[in-house]
């Protein structure tokens, strides 16, 4: 597949159809990879790449790429479709600026996975089929693929690409996924549990903001933890309702925008399952307003921005919930 | 920092008997920016009000926090007064400890505190208080009257009575609406078309008033003093102008097997016809759907008989743009569809009618030419049975309405009564439920109907109706006798509910006005404001509104054009000065405000920016229209940058209230 | 030298808990992190903990001040409690290396006295790596892996653990435990070392060519044409700076309590975009100015300050944790000239 | 023994202008009671109600928050209180989520008209955190000295 | 010198406030119970701040040989100075410092001709050198002074260069404005050319302070009529949380405006980044 999005970079860059190419360039293992903007063919073949580690949803970066002149190729995985058409529906990219490619995902790995088996000094590591052949300083060892899936892979709620030029490999579908099973569980705790969950996983936070740059909906201007003049500007968590408030009001700020592409979970140092907080938002909203999928129909009505005279009141979604 | 005057009103005893007022002043005396503070008996008074500007002036007092009753109260007051003083009416901000204090507690102690930290809520606010000045926008002195029945006629005739200039639109090739189809209205019992069509012909030779007849609104744009509105005229395929209505392009024309809406379907017209004899404007008009030369290309007999060579089988519809400060939505009723009721055998039998088409048959320029005949057999009726609260009054869970359509009780008393009058060999039975007759000379007239023409009204329900050998089949109750009751009518006349045009529903979203779960209009306020949409600018005339008689119709008409005449009137309006705005260089124009606007006042637009980074770009951003706003500050919660704010209750000002608060 | 067995050290920690407070690696689900020690905690074998033990000296957040206003009086408080004394137990070469970085700018002249008074309180028992990840470079800034510092050194070998006291306050610290302990010979724990250095060569990012950056050469490394590539795919987020042990940039900042006001300084970090941004300028305009600042600070500016130490000690932290993998040995190899 | 010392819960209600405020005044003007607790800020409607304005209220030490607008349909701004209904749905149950007591949120319709509705849901309101006790899962321990 | 505390400010008290020009205001700073604060070096700077509203670096702008206060000359532009912008006297603030290295007056100025070239509010932290240099009249020689601003209104100190500057034997002012007005007779046109106009002796010792366009074209203009870089001095702005180099905000290169500055010469600018 590497070679294959390659020859397609290539070529779209020899055409003269884009400019630049937007996709993952090799690291100094094989797990780092970064986002990186290719403009000659000699770049592309030394060091793009693509493998299970592809991880990072580029379609952020076209917010920033498309004030540049000039036409720039993205290659995007089926969720990172999601948030690719969710942006150019609040108008933060301009679509004829941007020659999209759809790629097929069969899930991404997660590295502190393949660390957490008991594996140190990981210096490479092989695709084997189903298999992952890791190699160490300390010797060489064999994982399975599926204990290194990312949880939002496990997950996986589309194989679908929703908006592309071109597509590379042949079209998926919508999955039928358990990624609410994590939020239903924590449903079924008392407040107290739910509480004492929420104060271990989130007093590790260190408000580096990794979250909120990877998010793909958060593209503000200027974040309101940032803007003096918001009221709420905050730039450490100085109290645990400072942890609280940030990550509520992170992802109330992106519900019905919020497709759902994990990466605030992906990229946080200290492995908080912040997406549980905007799984839990989705949830809802699926449960009281009917199923919304943020990304899938650019003409939808967003929850927020919808209504239905008949919306339940907040003391009968607590009550749905008994 | 502020300079603040706090004042505090002991409004005679009613604060200060549960208050300790100096206690208060004294405690907010000691919040930072305070720099004069004052207790007086009634602060609204006359020498309430010196004291507060005197205190501005001899203070420089920047803002002003007044702890007294209900800013719904007496806001305005100190808001004049402040300004008197020569501050900004907005720098006066309202703790209110007499409602929500004074008046609600009875510990003197807890009393106090509660009203030292209201005060300081209020200090806390007016702190980040801004000077604000409402804007202007012009006013364009022509009004709009959507619907040319007796509401919009009445509204139109009075505004321009005023001097204004008004544009009916009525989608119908004549306006009169349904009061022209009535025979006699009552209590009174005068032909509706004797005072009807005068009025009528009043419009047709006003000056200021253009009728845009057969056209329906297609777009409406702007807000109140500038609404821009695309009307569509619809091809009549008769010029206009040309047109003498003459009427012998109808008498001519071959295809005669058109149903007559006029009358219901009661009776046929040609494809070419005027509606009737007293049209306005009075000018033929072509159906499309059954012109034999429009359809085929072959006929063309109107055109050879037209002396004013009017036909014009080329007409196409035409779109006007117009401009106007003001609407008024006078879109009218229609009676339900009574499919759904086919117990009263509706669809079954002709002889089962409405009250509208009995109106139609008893009407001296209706399908019988007046005479109370039978549209089965054209026979004369001996035994009408007339149902009223046909899907009116209904529980909610069935197929009618839940509201009384009100005026059902009394025309069916007029008809019971007419009937008696001209035909007195004919028996007339009333089912109902209630009778209501509260109005001027209702209930006598009711009473007229039972003691002098002796109509049997029947407490109870009809449960079924069923055709049977040429007679109607009445199965009712009577729920005074606590009989079942089996009737064999000749006419079975249907009160049918009345519910709203099926026009008003797109209308309303064209205008952003808002509407009641049955589509009637929603008034600004039930009691205060009821001829005014919420919406400004827009306003609301006859049943649009709600079920209504003539005489309130009329009544309401004449109010609207009132209120149209007051604001036609101001050659700038005052907009409201607590409207949302937008930090541009914070907007990401992703549209979210856009779609939670009720009033359609934010656009977008692309404007050239200098940004931090010392480049140029065009951004997207939002953009608010004062004029518009109403300030209820949806945008600026749907808004996830905190882009949008309000004026008046910003997002500081109101988390300094709740800082102060939960201090 | 002394030794401990292993299956003794929960007598060791509470005993050394008994009369200050005791800080160590301890697993957890999301990894190694430093926490008081309670029963029962055992000594994590990880290389990194999540955070770095800078926390102890320079916490995220600390209160400077409080003030009380009343009408235009204000009244400062010194809100400062005397810090207690405390043991960093198993702190890793690399951040035991970062410490030394620290007092180079706190406690120079003007001296931070909120970190004095951590700093003074503290001893330190280093743990010598015997099992370095991929990620570890610090053999780049001439650290030893095999060799930590700090006031007590120790080794893990077999089912022992050896200690050694590098300072007066280690050699108090032995002492003041001598009853747990036994003495023990040096060759095994020099065996130790050859065995970790021979590791630490089979290290892939054990050699950076780090020794091309030079104070002389400041401006040509300023203006490398490289740093743009290098910056575009950063996406300013604060990860690197938080988990470094040796970032130290703090941003001071008031909190209105609604009963005075708390003067506080947390973390700030030279990736975002405020950082330096004033009322009318920004100085650093781009995330490839920011970007390049946080580099040049760590392999030129700070060297040039400091005889030559870099400000980087190879932990491998934001090698682990960038969410878009752009580091600091990448930067090195970049510009350093290699590649 | 020792007597404790009541718990006065501090209570923060949004009212919207034209309804719910107007009904608190009615509640006045029939001089019926509720608890001192209650403190009320005045919003143009129900829907200008931020997350971050109820946030902040816990933030500060409120240990309960209503949030009283027009009946559904009754909005002044024809929409403003659909729209509150859905944010306040979500963040309630967002709160809930937390492990934050739901009791210490509420939205509740008052009209104009209903001042007794006003008085009897603050007395509810008020007995109902008096009940819970003090905040501590959303606060902020620097506000709390 | 500096406080024992360089983190931990100590309370001052507003005793005076002068407004200078529209947007200009000059804060006299004592402790409560009425003395100077500190001792300082011409050029160096303090923290200034009102809890809850932020702290900022303001340069002093009196000179150390005043025994009495520390005066800060401060234009409205952020959020702090709009805060003192608004105050009155009485009002307490806190206070840090002094910071930086100041300017070499018992050095390299020692027996200097002297031209200091200011515009705007860039006069503030020369007036305080300008001061000290007049105090110690003797150690240095001939003192030029061109001073600019957008009109008359802005000059900073007008009154203070008019009664006492202009007054003083061996001390040339030379006043511009940007455009004419009509109470205006003095010299019209922007500082850069003017003191090109002028045409100084090279052998004079320079110090700039103003605007960045405003440095740039002086420093050029200096150049072209002969000016080495070594001789031209210059204090630098930046964003600053500590005052005392640790914060990590306002380097140049490896330099801290805060502790290495904010006085540079301009060789030495020469060799760091321009990142100011």
Known sequence: MQQVIRDKALSLLEAGKVDRVLAWKEGEFFYDQTPHVFKTAEEINRSLVYNGFSAANLSKYLVKETLKDGMIAVFLKPCDTYSFSQLLKEHRIPREKVWAVGIPCDGKLDIDRIRKAGLRGITSIREDGDRLSVSTIYGEKTVAKSDALAERCENCKSRKHIVYDELIGSEGEALDSGRFDAVEALEKMSPEERFAFWQKELSRCIRCNACRNACPACTCEKCVFDNPASGIESKAPASSFEEQNFHIIRAFHVVGRCTDCGECSRVCPQSIPLHLINRKFIKDINEFYGTYQAGENPDERAPLTNFDKDDMEPADAFRKGE | ?663 | MKKIALQNLPKLFSAISESKALYLPVDTESGAEFRLYREGDTLSEACNTNRSAKDFFFPQVEDMAEFKVEGKKIEVLDIRRESEEFVIFGARACDVKSFEILDSVFLADPVDTYYKNRREHVTVISLACNFPEETCFCSTFGIDAASPAGDVAAWIIDEELYMTALTEKGEAFLSAHAALLSDADESKVDKKKEEIAEICHRLPLQNLPVEHFKAEKLMEHFNDPKWAELSQSCIGCGTCTFVCPTCQCFDIRDFDTGNGIQRYRCWDSCMYSDFTQMAAAQPRLTQLERFRQRFMHKLVYHPANHEGTYGCVGCGRCLAKCPISMNIAKVIKEIGGEK | MQIEEKFEPTIVAFCCNWCSYAGADLSGTNRLQYPANVKIIRVPCSCRVNPMFILRAFQRGADGVILCGCHPGDCHYTTGNYYARRRMTLLFSMLDFLGIERERTRLEWVSAAEGAKFAATMNDFVETVTRLGKNRRLEDLRCNK | MMQKEALLPEIGVITDIRIDTPDVKTFRVVTPDGKKPFLHVPGQCAMLSIPGVGEALFSITSSPTNTEFLEFSIKKCGCVTSFLHSIEPGQYVTIRGPYGNGFPVESAFLGKDLLFVAGGIGLAPLRSVINYCRHYRDKYGKIDIVYGSRSMQDLVDYREIIDEWCKEEGINVHLTIDREQPEWSGHVGFVPNFVKELGFDTGKTAVLCGPPIMIKFTLAGLQEIGFQKDQIYTTLEMRMKCGIGKCGRCNLGDKFICKDGPVFRFDQLEELPDEY
Not at chain 2, 533 to 547: K, M
């Open chain 2, 1 to 663: 920092m502020q300079r603040i005057g706090v004042f505090v009103c002991w409004c005679g005893s009613n604060i200060a008997a549960t208050v300790d007022v100096k206690a208060v002043a004294e405690a907010l005396g000691k919040e930072p920016g305070v720099v004069f503070f004052e207790d007086y008996q009634y602060m609204c008074s006359e020498e309430g009000q010196n004291k507060i500007k005197n205190a501005i002036k001899d203070y420089a007092l920047t803002g002003a926090v007044i702890c007294s009753c209900s800013p719904r109260m007496h806001e305005n007051t100190f808001r004049k007064a402040a300004a008197a003083a020569g501050i900004n009416s907005f720098m006066v901000e309202i703790a209110n400890i007499r409602e929500q204090c004074s008046w609600i507690h009875k510990d003197k102690v807890s009393a106090t505190e509660k009203a030292i930290v209201l005060g300081r809520a209020a200090i806390a606010k007016l702190h980040l208080n801004a000077p604000l000045t409402a804007g202007e926008s012009p006013v364009v002195k022509r009004a709009l009257v959507i619907g040319g029945g007796i509401a919009g006629i009445q509204t139109a005739l009075d505004i321009a009575d005023a001097g204004f200039e008004v544009d009916i639109v009525e989608k119908k090739p004549t306006i009169g609406g349904k009061m022209s189809q009535i025979d006699k209205t009552f209590p009174t019992l005068d032909c509706a078309a004797c005072i009807l069509t005068p009025k009528m012909v009043d419009v047709a030779q006003s000056e200021k008033i253009r009728i845009f007849a057969y056209s329906e609104v297609e777009a409406v744009k702007g807000f109140v003093g500038n609404f821009n509105v695309s009307i569509r005229k619809k091809a009549r395929y008769v010029d206009e102008v040309k047109c003498t209505g003459c009427g012998l392009c109808t008498e001519k024309c071959p295809q005669k097997k058109v149903p007559n809406d006029f009358n219901l379907g009661l009776d046929q017209k040609r494809a070419i016809y005027i509606p009737f004899a007293q049209a306005v404007p009075k000018i033929a008009t072509i159906d499309a759907d059954y012109c034999t030369m429009l359809k085929t290309g072959k006929c063309g007999v109107c055109s050879k008989v037209c002396t004013a060579g009017a036909i014009d089988y080329k007409q196409k519809d035409t779109v006007l743009e117009e401009q106007y400060g003001a609407i008024v939505v006078a879109t009218g009723f229609n009676p339900i569809e009574l499919t759904k009721y086919d117990e009263f055998a509706y669809s079954q039998s002709p002889d089962v009618i409405t009250s509208l088409e009995f109106e139609r048959i008893t009407n001296a320029a209706g399908p019988t030419g007046g005479t109370l005949l039978r549209p089965s057999d054209g026979t004369h009726p001996h035994k009408i049975v007339f149902v009223q609260c046909v899907g009116s009054r209904e529980d909610g869970n069935g197929c009618g309405k839940t509201y009384c359509s009100k005026i059902c009780c009394m025309y069916t008393a007029k008809h019971a009564m007419l009937t008696r009058e001209k035909y007195p060999d004919t028996e007339v039975y009333v089912f109902y439920i209630d009778v209501r007759t509260p109005g001027k000379n209702f209930d006598e007239f009711y009473r007229r109907a039972v003691e002098e023409y002796g109509v049997h009204y029947i407490k109870g329900m009809v449960g079924k109706v069923s055709p049977e050998n040429g007679k109607l089949m009445v199965r009712a109750s009577d729920l005074i006798e606590g009989k079942q009751l089996l009737i064999d009518a000749d006419l079975v006349v249907l009160a049918a509910a009345i519910e709203p045009d099926k026009s008003a529903r797109p209308l309303a979203t064209m205008l952003t006005a808002s509407m009641d779960t049955n589509d009637f209009f929603t008034e600004a306020h039930p009691k205060l404001r009821p001829v005014e949409s919420p919406t400004a600018g827009i306003f609301l005339s006859g049943c649009c509104q709600g079920p209504k008689d003539i005489p309130e119709t009329v009544a309401q008409a004449s109010a609207c054009a009132a209120k149209v005449i007051g604001l036609l009137n101001k050659d700038k309006l005052t907009c409201n000065a607590c409207v949302a705005h937008p930090d541009e260089m914070l907007c990401n124009g992703c549209s979210t405000c856009e779609k939670v606007c009720p009033y359609g006042a934010i656009t977008y637009e692309s404007k050239e920016f200098r940004m931090p980074d010392r480049t140029t770009r065009i951004r997207r951003v939002a953009s608010v229209n004062p004029a518009v706003c109403q300030g209820c500050g949806a945008c600026t919660v749907a808004c996830p940058s905190g882009a949008m704010d309000l004026h008046g209750f910003s997002n500081r000002q109101i988390m300094a209230e709740v800082d102060a608060i939960c201090k």
